[in-house]
């Protein structure tokens, strides 16, 4: 059945449909949780640096600028 569900979604994405609500659905009724041993996984650790170091900071100095007053 999720193997049938994820080839619609992926046909719909190539014709351009976009289906959000769909695939809310999906992943309220189906458990597609990650393994127990995620926090093992070197990539995982390496994502969370990159956002923690990188992209978090960033984006509140972007936040400074977007939401300056203007004189």
């Keep these: 059945?999720?193997?049938?569900?994820?080839?619609?979604?992926r046909a719909t994405d190539k014709?351009?449909?976009?289906?959000?609500?769909?695939?809310?659905m999906v992943l309220a009724l189906?458990?597609?949780?990650a393994p127990s041993?995620?926090?093992?996984?070197?990539?995982?650790?390496k994502d969370l640096t990159l956002i923690a170091l990188g992209v978090?900071?960033?984006?509140?100095?972007?936040l400074?600028?977007?939401t300056a007053p203007a004189y």
């Excluded at 189906?30 to 949780?33: A, C, H, I, K, L």
């Design 1 to 9: 059945m999720t193997k049938s569900i994820e080839t619609f979604i």
């Design 15 to 24: 014709v351009g449909f976009d289906t959000h609500f769909f695939r809310y």
């Design 30 to 33: 189906f458990d597609n949780r």
């Design 37 to 45: 041993n995620i926090y093992a996984n070197k990539a995982i650790w």
């Design 56 to 62: 978090f900071p960033m984006f509140l100095m972007g």
């Design 64 to 66: 400074r600028f977007w």
